[in-house]
């Protein structure tokens, strides 16, 4: 079973000191001094500046911005707690099958929460999920050139980020075809 998407990020602070020379803490003080706002500006600052690889990067610019999944965001709100608190609770267990499967893509997949839903980015966003309604999460990806069939239906107006949707009723909905769905929009980011 591959590890989890907090269970990579702890691996990699663990080995951080050893592989880039300085401690996640000294990383977030190199970050802060950049000056850059946006995840994409700190990722960039640090990699053509300080040459980090986009992993450790990617790692760094989360935890400054407290984006990643295991991060608080400002005002101690843990948005994926509160995406899926009180009715919609029950929908957590297809939101980690969903990060899971996306976990188990590479180690470049980066988590990052936004308030109503959860951006899945490689270079670029690929897929976002979203507990959409009590009883139904929803996949939107990201798939050039990909018609809508069967469970995989245009995104209309779910969501103008992403060309497709899939409606996740239960954690077992995130199946070979949508882990298939989901490699192909990460291998197109």
Not at 41 to 67: C, E, F, M
Not at 94 to 101: G, K, L, N, R, S
């Amino acid at each position: 079973m591959p590890a989890s998407p907090d269970d990579m990020a702890a691996t990699m602070i663990a080995n951080m000191k050893s592989k880039t020379g300085k401690t996640l803490e000294q990383w977030l003080g190199i970050a802060k001094k950049t000056g850059a706002e946006k995840h994409g500006q700190i990722v960039k600052a640090l990699k053509a500046d300080h040459g980090l690889t986009h992993g450790y990067a990617n790692l760094v610019a989360h935890k400054l911005l407290k984006s990643d999944a295991g991060s608080k965001a400002e005002g101690g709100t843990d948005l994926v707690a509160a995406q899926y608190s009180g009715p919609k609770e029950s929908l957590k267990p297809i939101y980690d099958a969903v990060i899971e499967a996306a976990g188990s893509l590479g180690k470049d997949v980066e988590i990052a929460p936004k308030k109503t839903y959860v951006s899945l980015r490689r270079n670029k966003q690929f897929a976002i999920v979203q507990p959409s309604t009590r009883t139904r999460v929803d996949l939107g990806l990201n798939l050039k050139d990909e018609k809508a069939a069967g469970r995989l239906e245009k995104s209309g107006s779910f969501n103008a980020m992403v060309s497709h949707r899939v409606r996740l009723e239960k954690p077992a909905d995130v199946d070979k075809d949508v882990k298939a769905w989901l490699k192909k929009a990460w291998a197109e980011a």
